[in-house]
């Protein structure tokens, strides 16, 4: 198979001259500062994006907060209606923007189509079906009477105002898709500042906003390097900040916006998520649970496994089977429809998995299958298998982020429990077994977020998904967002 052919409206996307997105239309950037947007399956530049100065910060500052005055009065059914038309034409230009993004980011077209594409419209109209659910509740206090005078309280869910989304590099789309959401459910403005490698599918997607009826200025998109996203979250006229990226620049976020003037943090970060199988697992259901846990979409995702576990008499079996897997797995172009595993996301990020293989050398692990940058110009990477001398093994501690799978042998269930606890981050983790009542029994001795049992990876909107220890502060999907986007106002009335 070859590649797909572009559509002609993402080859006059890319080569349009982008500025900002703010007050429901591009505007040029007052910055002569240019990214280039570069395409990581074969080196090319895609497009330039600018990198916001500070006077066009000011203005999405602007621009939002009038945004704000007009959405937060807007009734709940009016908003839920803008973003499930939204949903309908994030579909109807599904292939546009499933090339878009593949094309920037280098994500498999399939994975852009079903995940980027459908899978946000899907988590969109979930979160829309929330703006008309949002509640308060009422109390009656006990105070005392003295005249026969009498009291009742009750607290409204009110929008905390302009919200800064930053957003990483992983799932550009998705993750722009999740913020936005919450906030436009719950009646605040968002200025959205997409990673300076994967800017450009946003910006289509606020075009869809304000023909789906989104108001000029609730929806801003600023692009640039973290400069700009510090100084959204510093400025003045911000009330928020959802941010979702690593684990140092998520520290350095949340302690600037302490800081700055108490803005409101919800962290998502990294990890080093565990995967433990007992011993009654099927040993090719283990090869097949580690491909869909570790090397999806190159293995960066955050909830991707990186840590496998596997019973001492078990382990050299189930990593002979999962190289078998890697051996078959279709290497190549992301916009051909027949590849599985395509380039990483940029070349600093291949270049840091080439420092992790030169590490798990010097350290003496054992690369039981890869472990390699295959050379040309592409971002590309070896599926990698790698077994750890002990739990201390760097390769064992620190996020990759990439399709590397370590592993280590166990030969006790609470020694498993151990090892798959020994680590500071915790937004995921998973169990493979057959026995129900043991995993009924382990589940909550894990510490992670979220706890996955013969599954890893997936989201579902009505899940909340957040993480534990370094893994961040916050909650999104469910109705677990709504305190993260929203201020609780108490009100008291003497009758
Ligand atoms: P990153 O932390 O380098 O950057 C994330 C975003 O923050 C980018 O838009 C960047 O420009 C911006 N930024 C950088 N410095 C900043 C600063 N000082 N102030 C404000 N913004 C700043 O992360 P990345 O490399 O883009 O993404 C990969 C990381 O994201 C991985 O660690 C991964 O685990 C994590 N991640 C977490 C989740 C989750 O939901 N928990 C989801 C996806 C990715």
């Known amino acids: ?122 988590f969109l109209r979930y979160y829309a079906g929330w703006a008309t659910k949002i509640t308060g509740e009422t109390i009656t206090p006990s105070l005392p009477s003295f005249t026969g005078e009498r009291y009742s309280a009750y607290t409204l869910r009110e929008p905390i105002g302009v919200v800064v989304g930053i957003v990483p590099w992983n799932f550009s789309t998705m993750i722009a898709i999740w913020k936005l959401a919450s906030a436009l459910t719950t009646g605040c403005s968002i200025i959205i500042k997409p990673s300076e490698f994967t800017p450009l599918t946003i910006l289509r997607i606020a075009e869809l906003a304000i023909e789906a009826g989104v108001p000029a200025g609730v929806l801003n998109v600023v692009t640039g390097t973290g400069r700009v996203g510090k100084a959204l979250i510093e400025h003045p006229g911000t009330d928020k900040v959802s941010f979702t990226g690593s684990v140092p620049t998520g520290i350095a976020v949340g302690k600037g916006a302490m800081e700055a003037k108490l803005t409101r943090a919800t962290l998502e970060l990294g990890g080093k998520n565990s995967v433990g199988f007992l011993r009654d697992i099927d040993l090719d259901k283990a090869a097949d649970g580690i491909i869909e846990a570790g090397f999806l979409h190159s293995g960066q995702i955050c909830a991707a496994a990186e840590r496998f576990f596997v019973h001492r008499s078990q382990i050299e079996s189930v990593m002979d089977k999962l190289s078998l897997r890697l051996r078959a797995l279709k290497i190549g172009s992301p916009l051909d429809e027949t590849t599985q595993f395509g380039p990483v996301t940029n070349k600093q990020h291949q270049q840091k998995l080439a420092g992790f293989f030169a590490t798990a050398r010097a350290e003496k692990s054992t690369i039981v299958h890869g472990g390699n940058i295959p050379d040309g110009p592409g971002c590309f990477v070896e599926p990698t298998i790698i077994l750890a001398n002990s739990v201390n093994d760097t390769l064992l501690n620190e996020e990759t982020f990439g399709p590397i799978a370590t592993f280590l042998p166990y030969d006790t269930e609470d020694e498993l429990l151990h090892l798959m606890n020994s680590t500071p981050y915790g937004l995921s983790a998973s169990l493979w077994t057959n026995d129900l009542s043991k995993a009924m029994r382990l589940i909550p001795e894990i510490e992670a977020g979220t706890v996955w049992v013969n599954m890893h990876t997936m989201l579902d909107p009505a899940v909340p998904f957040g993480g534990i220890k370094a893994s961040g502060i916050g909650r999104e999907f469910g109705a677990a967002f709504i305190d993260d986007y929203t201020e609780l106002k108490s009100v008291m009335i003497r009758y």
């Open 1 to 122: 198979m070859s590649d797909i052919a572009l559509l002609p409206s993402v080859t006059t996307f890319f080569r349009r001259d982008h500025g900002m997105f703010i007050d429901g239309r591009h505007i040029p950037s007052t910055s002569s500062n240019k990214i280039g947007v570069i395409n990581p399956a074969n080196g090319e530049t895609l497009a330039h994006v600018s990198d916001a100065s500070d006077s066009d910060i000011d203005d999405a500052v602007v621009s939002a907060n009038q945004g704000f005055k007009v959405w937060s009065r807007t009734s709940p059914a009016a908003r839920a209606a803008a973003l499930f038309k939204l949903a309908d034409l994030m579909e109807k230009h599904r292939e546009e923007l499933a090339q878009i993004e593949t094309c920037q980011s280098g994500k498999i077209i399939q994975i852009s189509r079903a995940f980027e594409v459908d899978q946000a419209a899907h």
